[in-house]
């Protein structure tokens, strides 16, 4: 049921307001972030940026953004069936397995940012719960527990440098020093094939809200 992820990112994209386009619906879509305060960025500024992953290890990402544009990147999915009662985000990262969108638990935190709850693309399937959630005017990514997303300059160690890097802030927290508050907008995109050799398959895909590209 799974399917894999990677680099994302659209450059036409990456300077216009998704929220203005109309709502439409695919298979496959790019995670944009939408500041929720527009007059709060980071330095270097994100608003913009799309979801995109750094290789902290074997079967691990830390979720973070990019603005390179690579339309040919694999798209992030909605996987999963309200049957199987399993529904999760995915993406291919042109492996020959699944890597999915995984938002640490509330009651752990990231061992160097006590206290922030990190946001990873791995290996295998996301969390359960994750996906669209959608309203008469626009679409953004929903965690399985409510809460927000948010977006800090932080060192990551294994790769020793700054990066921006995606947090989840649960119901009740206070978004950490340092960090933006972002809502992740679904940019509309076509699903990818997947390689004939793939572990995986696409047969459980959904179509799901998300702001047309043009």
Not at 36 to 44: E, I, Q, R, Y
Not at 107 to 127: C, I, K, Q, R, Y
Request: charged share 15%.
């Amino acid at each position: 049921m799974y399917t894999k992820v990677a680099t994302l990112s659209l450059a036409a994209l990456a300077s216009a307001s998704p929220v203005a386009r109309s709502l439409s619906t695919s298979k496959a879509y790019q995670l944009q972030a939408q500041l929720v305060d527009p007059a709060k960025d980071l330095n270097p500024p994100i608003s913009g940026q799309f979801l995109s992953t750094a290789h902290t290890g074997a079967g691990l990402n830390v979720a973070t953004l990019s603005a390179n544009a690579d339309p040919s990147s694999p798209p992030f999915y909605t996987n999963g069936t309200s049957t199987d009662g399993f529904v999760d985000v995915l993406n291919d990262l042109g492996t020959d397995f699944s890597w999915g969108i995984i938002v640490q638990g509330s009651d752990a935190t990231d061992p160097n940012f006590p206290g922030e709850h990190s946001v990873s693309v791995n290996a295998g399937g996301g969390s359960d719960g994750m996906g669209i959630q959608a309203t008469d005017t626009t679409a953004q990514l929903h965690a399985p527990e409510s809460g927000d997303f948010a977006v800090c300059t932080r060192h990551v160690d294994t790769l020793n440098e700054d990066l921006p890097v995606v947090r989840f802030v649960y119901e009740g927290e206070t978004i950490p020093e340092g960090c933006v508050g972002v809502q992740f907008v679904p940019i509309c995109a076509q699903l990818n094939d997947l390689p004939a050799d793939s572990q995986t398959t696409h047969d459980f895909v959904q179509e799901v809200p998300c702001v047309a590209s043009s």
